[in-house]
């Protein structure tokens, strides 16, 4: 780890030294959410909210945001709320076809302040919002962001002389309202120099106008509360993280490692293998990096909600991949493992909306590393090992499809690999349920409560114990295998996802969402049809070949 950290540090501070002029604005520290981040993170994060997208019209957030506050009467008429519900849509009296609206097109009308009554009611019932009152709440959420951003209320950059609450922008003494005015007029000056095409000279000069006010603005707050404002190597280390995504780029070579290893199958070119490995270990060492970074700003293991967890078991599907792959040498192992990292990278990176990549604060419950890393990340790497053997059962039905006989070497290699990989979740998995119930204990009073993720947890582990028994004792054959690799994880799916963004009710609310719901049901329902339908390719094949003469 001290490695880990070193690297992250001696990669923060180069790139820092190559920074842009007028950049310092990004490094601004905020208190929001219950954390001091940079201003690049705040901005992102609430541009995300209201926009969807981090950037609007290709436009950084750290300037949109600013701009809200500067001149909210020139955001008016721009189409900057995101809508994707066509219930909300529809109750509005809005086009369902389109996705972005002006504020005046949503909130000026009286039909806003009627949902807004209406998502009221629903919520004093204390029932689990549906996507409709989900949609209707975001809508809210949007309102509220836009108006605090604008009204200068929920920019806090001034640490306090004494306490935790940092002072919004537009409760500043005089002396820093001053100050902040040079930070305004010197950012005015450089987006319109941008704005004019002017030359990089120029560019530079009101950049660097930029970055000293926004230094003098920084050393004036620090001789208030030197404490408060001591987190410059984390800022940089979070802007950098911001700036360089990490895990876009480890699924890049994911996809780059995944392509080498189809032409190595397909085309039989051994000689490429060492590349598709050379890619997969960077792919994994960015990963890794990655997922380093959050923890190092953060201070604690990054498995705290759904979208740390997806790029945790995407993680741990390379690592038992790789390993099988090492032992066995089945290249379909490595392949599996790939793409399904690759999957689960993708969609968290481009459904922000339901995975949030937001770095918060543990809930109070969770504030116990030692728990939080025993516990948390046991149980869910878990679901990588059962995540792997998943897109094992995909490649064992396409060889089913293509022809049981000719391919019966790889269907019995790809069934050992299902196997070793469920024995592998298991092996996790029960650990993970037992010490969970050692945390329940310790944090709520009581070993075990039947709780909705307590008791889809256990529902997995018995499923999967199921399985690795019935094959032990030959009830399950080959093709048997193939498929419960692919229905068992629907069980995963719904301890790690249903539980939280579906039932919505437990103990465990620190990590409940929303969203995202019917794509998952697409998806399970693709794949159990998928084995349906080949099951039913299968038994006309065999019943075929009962049907001819001998």
């Known amino acids: 780890m001290k490695s880990l950290l070193a690297l992250v540090l001696t990669s923060i501070i180069s790139l820092s030294a190559f920074a842009k002029a007028g950049d310092a604005l990004k490094y601004l520290p905020v208190q929001d959410g219950g954390r001091i981040k940079p201003y690049d993170s ?8 209201v926009y969807g997208k981090s950037q609007f019209e290709g436009r950084a957030a750290t300037e949109i945001v600013l701009t809200w506050m500067l001149s909210p009467q020139a955001w008016t008429n721009k189409k900057i709320f995101e809508v994707r519900n066509h219930q909300v849509l529809e109750a509005m009296k809005l086009p369902k ?12 009308s009286d039909r806003f302040q009627m949902l807004r009554q209406e998502l009221q009611s629903k919520r004093e019932t204390k029932e689990k919002l549906n996507p409709y009152f989900q ?25 306090p002389k004494e306490g935790n609450a940092w002072i919004a922008i537009g409760d500043m003494p005089a002396e820093f309202q001053e100050k902040f005015l040079d930070i305004t007029k010197a950012f005015v000056n450089h987006i319109g120099a941008i704005a004019k095409g002017d030359s990089a000279e120029s560019l530079e000069q009101t950049g660097k106008a930029l970055d000293d006010a926004v230094k003098k603005f920084e050393d004036a707050a620090r001789m208030i ?26 699924y890049v070579f994911y996809f780059l490692a995944a392509s080498l290893i189809l032409i190595v199958w397909v085309l039989n070119r051994e000689g490429l293998m060492k590349a598709a490995w050379v890619m997969l270990v960077i792919g994994f060492a960015l990963h890794t990096y990655g997922f380093g970074l959050r923890m190092y700003i953060m201070d604690r293991a990054p498995v705290s909600n759904m979208y740390e967890t997806v790029i945790w078991v995407s993680w741990g599907v390379i690592l038992f991949a790789s390993i099988l792959e090492l032992i066995y ?75 049981e006989e000719q391919h019966k070497e790889k269907i019995r290699s790809v069934v050992t690999a299902i196997y070793r990989a469920m024995q592998i979740g298991v092996a996790f998995l029960a650990p993970g349920i037992i010490l969970g119930g050692i945390w329940a204990d310790y944090s709520w009073g009581r070993f ?35 498929v419960t690799g692919i229905v068992t994880f629907s069980l995963v799916i719904m301890a790690w996802y249903g539980v939280n963004f579906v ?21 399970v329902a693709a794949h159990l049809l998928m084995c349906v339908y080949v099951a039913v390719v299968r038994q006309g094949r065999h019943s075929k070949n009962t049907a001819k003469p001998s």
Do not use: C
């Open 135 to 159: 949609a209707l709440q975001r809508l809210e959420n949007q309102f509220f962001v836009f108006q605090e951003i604008a009204s200068g209320r929920m920019l806090k950059i001034l640490p």
């Open 448 to 482: 075990w409560g039947w709780d909705p993720k307590e008791t889809w947890a256990l529902i997995a582990l018995l499923g999967y114990l199921a399985v690795l028994h019935a094959r032990y004792a030959g009830m399950i054959k080959n093709f048997g295998m193939v």
């Open 42 to 49: 705040f901005a992102r994060e609430m541009l995300e909210i």
């Open 329 to 403: 040498k089945f290249r379909m192992i490595l392949f599996a493992g790939t793409l399904a990292s690759l999957f689960a990278l993708v969609i968290a990176d481009f459904a922000p909306a339901v995975l949030d990549p937001t770095l918060t604060p543990l809930e109070p419950v969770l504030r116990s590393n030692y728990w939080l890393t025993i516990h948390v990340m046991t149980i869910t790497i878990s679901y990588a090992a059962f995540f792997l053997a998943f897109g094992l059962g995909d490649i064992g039905l396409f060889y089913y499809l293509r022809g």
């Open 225 to 250: 509360n030197p404490t408060a404002y001591d987190h410059d190597v984390k800022i940089k280390a979070e802007v950098h993280y911001n700036d360089f995504h990490p895990f876009r780029w480890a």
């Open 503 to 523: 039932l919505g009710a437990g103990l465990h609310s620190y990590g409940f969402g929303a969203g995202g719901v019917e794509y998952v049901s697409a998806f």
């Open 97 to 108: 076809d389109q996705r972005y609206f002006s504020g005046e097109e949503l909130f000026a």
